[in-house]
């Protein structure tokens, strides 16, 4: 089994930044693609960025130039700076990962139980 654990969320004023972490723990061979997906009250849960095992990224027109996200494959963790937040950033922020348990095993979908992320004065 494999554990994603969030961490850094909080409350900010507008302006500022914040850096979001995730870290995937358990039976991993091998991570694919990692991402951050946000679910604001009332709204479908939607994508912010996504990285691949080769550096590839894609990210959400919303934080285009906002936000970076980065992994450390040593520490099985992604990260995502967001900078310039403002009051529509606030949401529930979740990890996403595709993990391989072992060598020939096949690609597993797995979630984070998600941070709060709330933008205001």
């Known amino acids: 089994q494999v554990q994603l654990v969030e961490s850094g969320g909080g409350l900010v004023q507008p302006g500022g930044s914040l850096r979001l972490s995730c870290a995937a723990s358990?039976?991993?061979?091998?991570?694919?693609?990692m991402g951050w997906y946000r679910q604001a009250p009332g709204k479908q849960r939607e994508l912010v960025a996504t990285?691949?095992?080769?550096?590839?990224?894609n990210y959400a027109d919303s934080v285009k130039g906002r936000a970076t996200i980065s992994r450390d494959d040593a520490k099985n963790t992604v990260y995502l700076q967001m900078n310039s937040l403002k009051p529509e950033d606030t949401a529930v922020y979740y990890c996403?990962?595709?993990?391989?348990?072992?060598?020939?095993?096949?690609?597993?979908?797995?979630w984070g139980q998600g941070t709060q992320v709330t933008v205001s004065s």
């Open positions: 996403n990962a595709g993990v391989r348990s072992s060598r020939f095993g096949n690609t597993k979908d797995y």
């Open positions: 358990g039976s991993i061979f091998s991570i694919s693609f």
């Open positions: 990285i691949t095992s080769s550096r590839s990224t």
